[in-house]
């Protein structure tokens, strides 16, 4: 049965690689009667960029993770300051991630887009706001877009601790294939065509690629990982008239991978196992995502701007998972392994949005729109062993949908004063029913009212009140910022609550931050920010122990910093610290699992088709229980080195990761388990070894 879903899934991602090649097709010129004629035409590359109203809104560039040692589209987050991610069940499941003091999870409070799209998905079989980012190809991102805070009017479901937008490129100047290998077994093959012929030439109608991802790697584990992962992707653009573009995209991916699990320390500290050894070589998983995305642009007024956009989604996941061994082990010898499914999911929706720019005394734009969204899942949770299901304990239909409209406004109410206000209404229904029970869990409506404040200021700039001709100072700008937010719990938390929990369906997030950014002698950028958030009701679905449980309200309190310096038109370093305090406002002690200090450092060097770069990640001790004082989670410091050279049309690389050969745990947690049967339960440190030092190189042509 398991082959047969298997193969189901690489025919859907096939399916979609033709549909991909299929819409890549440049059609004829003398088929489309706007065509540009064959003759040379000027390109003119116009980059718009948008309203900074936070000092933590950051723009990473493609080259800002083009030399980083990265195994996964998720840790191409670790580019923008203060984020870092964690992988543990294997190289398919979604990572960890680690931002404002929130370890989290899978995306429980971190929003992410690719190409509009929202990839957060609700009452997932694994956890709330389940982010898998597996399927992006990092060759074919311009750039990333970051907006921590809940500050933001234009996003809602997710947006507490921040929003990310990969923003893939439309049209490349060159088609590439690249190949890499490296140890443990490591093999990717890249393919991306961007077509320069008919309507595609320069100056022509039309713009678009196709891509193609292949990987597989075994890791540094004794049970090899064995992961294939295969993605394709299909995105352009055709201007209908000179008012009304056309654009979408087009996606494929599906994996299958083992996973070594999470290890007790105390077997490894006594030599019972090693490292990178596994209680349970049985666990790992399969994924499958199938994706459409069109949108419209239309600029009816040289002041106005209409955008509309509508997706859909496929997607499907199973997990083998056993995280404390034979703890309850029912019945004997069974072990506590389980299985999440997420069944042939469905989830669709759209955008629609309005910009203006009025005739008004003073200058302002205006920007109102909605967001709706509809997830139809099949959610399961099951006792297994050895990957054969022995009793399943949970299993949901569900169905959540969203309507949110917003208002936004940006004025210049002075020349050295920008405030930007917002207003976001969030209505939800939950739906669903209970399988095994065969019954009905009723339906629930929740509103969610959210305003937004951001204020900008530069009073010591040319038009400030207070004019500086000290070039770090001009500069200088101030932020202050205010919102609510939330992110949508789990439905089953919601229709069908366990005891002692409230089911509070949308628990809100109240943000402020106060900051400042500046730039010194046009070669150092320095930000500085203070912020806080609370959360009403941090309650969520458990998906590792199928219930829910409510952590209360939780207050977080931080600092960031970021600065970036060209030292020389060839050299440059650059470097962020963020320190967070997390805590149960209840009983007023630390949140476990909490990120409390991150640090990642980098320096490179650029010259002609010469770029290397070396990369610095540190992740400081963090609370393992919410007891004080409490045991600890190990903290870590990392090295990678990348360099490539250029010529031609060829590329060579090469890269290193963990160049000191660090022993670090890539995920860690503190609970009770029962790694030998019939033997002692207590409680240890659960980890995820972090990979020794590898090499890999890789050479890409393009044409």
């Known amino acids: 049965m398991r082959g047969?879903?298997?193969?189901?899934?690489?025919?859907?991602?096939?399916?979609?690689?033709?549909?991909?090649?299929?819409?890549?097709?440049?059609?004829?010129?003398?088929?489309?009667?706007?065509?540009?004629?064959?003759?040379?035409?000027?390109?003119?590359?116009?980059?718009?960029?948008?309203?900074?109203?936070?000092?933590?809104?950051?723009?990473?560039?493609?080259?800002?993770?083009?030399?980083?040692?990265l195994e996964s589209g998720g840790q191409m987050l670790e580019a923008i300051?203060?984020?870092?991610?964690?992988?543990?069940?294997?190289?398919?499941?979604?990572?960890?991630?680690?931002?404002?003091?929130?370890?989290?999870?899978?995306?429980?409070?971190?929003?992410?887009?690719?190409?509009?799209?929202?990839?957060?998905?609700?009452?997932?079989?694994?956890?709330?706001?389940?982010?898998?980012?597996?399927?992006?190809?990092?060759?074919?991102?311009?750039?990333?877009?970051?907006?921590?805070?809940?500050?933001?009017?234009?996003?809602?479901?997710?947006?507490?601790?921040?929003?990310?937008?990969?923003?893939?490129?439309?049209?490349?100047?060159?088609?590439?294939?690249?190949l890499s290998y490296g140890e443990f077994d490591t093999f990717r093959a890249v393919g991306v065509l961007s077509p320069r012929v008919g309507p595609f030439e320069a100056g022509g109608p039309a713009r678009g690629f196709l891509s193609f991802e292949a990987y597989h790697t075994d890791g540094p584990f004794e049970n090899d990982e064995n992961l294939w992962r295969y993605s394709a992707l299909a995105r352009g653009e055709v201007d209908l008239s000179p008012e009304l573009t056309l654009s979408g995209h087009l996606l494929g991916y599906y994996a299958d991978w083992n996973a070594s699990g999470l290890i007790p320390k105390d077997l490894v500290q006594d030599g019972t196992i090693d490292r990178f050894d596994s209680l349970d070589p049985s666990e790992g998983g399969d994924t499958t995502r199938v994706q459409g995305k069109l949108q419209l642009d239309w600029y009816p007024l040289p002041n106005g701007h209409l955008s509309a956009n509508a997706y859909v989604s496929y997607y499907d996941f199973e997990l083998f998972?056993?995280?404390?061994?034979?703890?309850?082990?029912?019945?004997?010898?069974?072990?506590?392994?389980?299985?999440?499914?997420?069944?042939?999911?469905?989830?669709?929706?759209?955008?629609?949005?309005?910009?203006?720019?009025?005739?008004?005394?003073?200058?302002?734009?205006?920007?109102?729109?909605?967001?709706?969204?509809?997830?139809?899942?099949?959610?399961?949770?099951?006792?297994?062993?050895?990957?054969?299901?022995?009793?399943?304990?949970?299993?949901?239909?569900?169905?959540?949908?969203?309507?949110?409209?917003?208002?936004?406004?940006?004025?210049?109410?002075?020349?050295?004063?920008?405030?930007?206000?917002?207003?976001?209404?969030?209505?939800?229904?939950?739906?669903?029913?209970?399988?095994?029970?065969?019954?009905?869990?009723?339906?629930?409506?929740?509103?969610?009212?959210?305003?937004?404040?951001?204020?900008?200021?530069?009073?010591?700039?040319?038009?400030?009140?207070?004019?500086?001709?000290?070039?770090?100072?001009?500069?200088?700008?101030?932020?202050?910022?205010?919102?609510?937010?939330?992110?949508?719990?789990?439905?089953?938390?919601?229709?069908?609550?366990?005891?002692?929990?409230?089911?509070?369906?949308?628990?809100?997030?109240?943000?402020?931050?106060?900051?400042?950014?500046?730039?010194?002698?046009?070669?150092?950028?320095?930000?500085?920010?203070?912020?806080?958030?609370?959360?009403?009701?941090?309650?969520?679905?458990?998906?590792?122990?199928?219930t829910t449980e409510s952590a209360g309200e939780t207050n977080r309190l931080g600092v960031e910093f970021a600065a970036t310096v060209q030292i020389l038109d060839w050299w440059?370093?650059?470097?962020?610290?963020?320190?967070?305090?997390?805590?149960?406002?209840?009983?007023d002690v630390p949140l476990a699992q909490a990120p409390r200090f991150i640090a990642k450092a980098a320096t490179g060097v650029r010259y002609e088709g010469f770029a290397a770069e070396l990369n610095l990640r540190h992740l400081g001790e963090r609370y393992a229980t919410d007891e004080r004082p409490g045991p600890k989670l190990s903290d870590y410091t990392v090295l990678d080195f990348a360099a490539r050279y250029r010529w031609g049309f060829l590329e060579l690389g090469f890269a290193v990761e963990n160049l000191t050969d660090t022993n670090w745990n890539s995920s860690e947690f503190f609970y009770e388990s029962r790694p030998i049967e019939n033997g002692t339960a207590s409680e240890d440190f659960h980890f995820s070894p972090g990979n020794p030092r590898n090499v890999r190189a890789w050479i890409t042509g393009y044409f």
């Open 4 to 69: 047969c879903r298997s193969l189901l899934c690489r025919l859907l991602v096939a399916s979609a690689l033709v549909s991909c090649l299929s819409f890549a097709e440049a059609p004829r010129a003398d088929d489309r009667p706007h065509a540009h004629a064959a003759e040379e035409v000027e390109t003119i590359v116009v980059t718009a960029t948008p309203l900074e109203t936070a000092t933590s809104m950051q723009t990473v560039p493609s080259e800002d993770f083009e030399l980083r040692p």
């Open 321 to 546: 998972s056993n995280f404390t061994y034979f703890l309850v082990d029912d019945p004997p010898g069974s072990g506590d392994g389980i299985v999440q499914r997420d069944r042939d999911r469905v989830y669709a929706g759209g955008r629609v949005e309005y910009h203006h720019t009025p005739e008004a005394p003073f200058p302002i734009r205006l920007r109102g729109g909605f967001e709706t969204r509809y997830d139809d899942a099949r959610v399961v949770l099951a006792d297994q062993t050895n990957r054969r299901v022995t009793d399943k304990t949970r299993d949901e239909s569900l169905e959540t949908f969203s309507l949110e409209p917003y208002l936004e406004a940006d004025a210049e109410l002075l020349p050295w004063i920008v405030a930007n206000a917002g207003l976001r209404f969030a209505w939800f229904r939950f739906d669903g029913r209970d399988q095994l029970a065969g019954r009905g869990l009723g339906s629930e409506n929740e509103t969610r009212w959210l305003p937004k404040l951001n204020l900008t200021l530069t009073p010591f700039s040319e038009v400030g009140p207070l004019p500086v001709d000290v070039d770090g100072i001009r500069n200088l700008a101030l932020f202050a910022n205010f919102g609510l937010g939330y992110h949508s719990n789990d439905g089953r938390a919601v229709l069908d609550p366990d005891p002692g929990t409230n089911g509070d369906a949308l628990p809100r997030a109240t943000g402020a931050e106060a900051g400042v950014r500046t730039r010194l002698w046009e070669r150092v950028d320095v930000a500085l920010a203070g912020w806080w958030l609370n959360l009403d009701d941090e309650l969520v679905f458990v998906g590792d122990e199928g």
């Open 81 to 178: 300051p203060n984020v870092l991610t964690a992988q543990h069940t294997g190289g398919g499941k979604a990572e960890q991630y680690f931002l404002r003091g929130f370890d989290a999870d899978h995306g429980t409070d971190l929003a992410v887009y690719f190409d509009g799209v929202p990839v957060n998905l609700r009452g997932h079989a694994h956890g709330q706001g389940f982010l898998d980012l597996h399927f992006v190809t990092p060759e074919t991102i311009d750039r990333m877009d970051a907006t921590k805070g809940p500050y933001d009017a234009r996003y809602g479901d997710f947006a507490t601790a921040a929003v990310i937008e990969y923003v893939p490129a439309i049209a490349f100047d060159r088609s590439q294939l690249r």
């Open 572 to 587: 440059y370093a650059r470097g962020d610290v963020a320190y967070t305090s997390a805590r149960l406002d209840d009983d």
